[in-house]
């Protein structure tokens, strides 16, 4: 586990450490000292920890003008002993939404399990979000890479239905684009997706 990171290439257009706006405004990474552990085995120090135990996240890249957030994950997605979307919810989506994201971008290649329980902060989040912005576009959350047995469990808990995932959501090669050109097909795809509902 210590030797994932976070994508770094797109540290020369945003860090969350450098952005006034950002939770982890003003933090100090030791890439020297590994601190920093989920089930006892040590995480890369580039991580950051939103409350829970098991699962951790990297803000990747925000973009506030044309509301949208893209977060990298690691861990064990853990809602039924740790309440891993309440810690997510409550520490970061509500610390962005009152700054205009309303398109949230979730990539979960490092995800390496779930476990459900109830669908509430998904509704929540999904009710904060599904308002029509100065644009005349809808908020949306969509969630890129994540594997196919953290899909099936999401179906069992109700989730898909807050979360756009799988199909044409699975794009292996989003580390070869910039965040702009990831966000504008990532759009695409889901304004197709709203289209044919």
């Not at 829970?52 to 509301?67: G, N, Q, R, W």
């Not at 390496?112 to 949306?140: P, Q, R, V």
Request: proline share 3%; hydrophobic share 35%; aromatic share 20%.
């Amino acid at each position: 586990m210590h030797q994932i990171e976070p994508y770094y290439s797109w540290k020369k257009y945003y860090s969350p450490e450098t952005d006034i706006n950002s939770p982890f405004y003003g933090k100090e990474y030791n890439y020297d000292l590994y601190s920093e552990t989920i089930y006892g085995y040590y995480i890369d120090p580039s991580w950051d920890y939103m409350g829970s135990e098991t699962l951790y996240i990297k803000i990747l890249f925000v973009d506030y003008a044309k509301h949208f957030i893209i977060i990298e994950f690691i861990g064990e997605w853990n809602d039924a002993l740790h309440n891993d979307i309440m810690h997510f919810k409550r520490n970061i989506v509500d610390h962005f939404n009152p700054l205009g994201i309303k398109k949230y971008i979730l990539i979960g290649e490092n995800v390496l399990n779930f476990h459900g329980s109830d669908d509430c902060y998904y509704e929540e989040w999904f009710e904060d979000i599904d308002e029509e912005m100065d644009n005349g576009s809808i908020g949306w959350i969509a969630a890129v890479n994540f594997r196919d047995f953290v899909l099936e469990e999401w179906g069992n808990y109700n989730i898909d239905t807050y979360i756009n995932a799988g199909g044409s959501l699975q794009i292996n090669n989003w580390r070869t684009l910039n965040p702009q050109h990831f966000f504008g097909l990532v759009n695409g795809l889901i304004s197709r997706r709203i289209s044919l509902t």
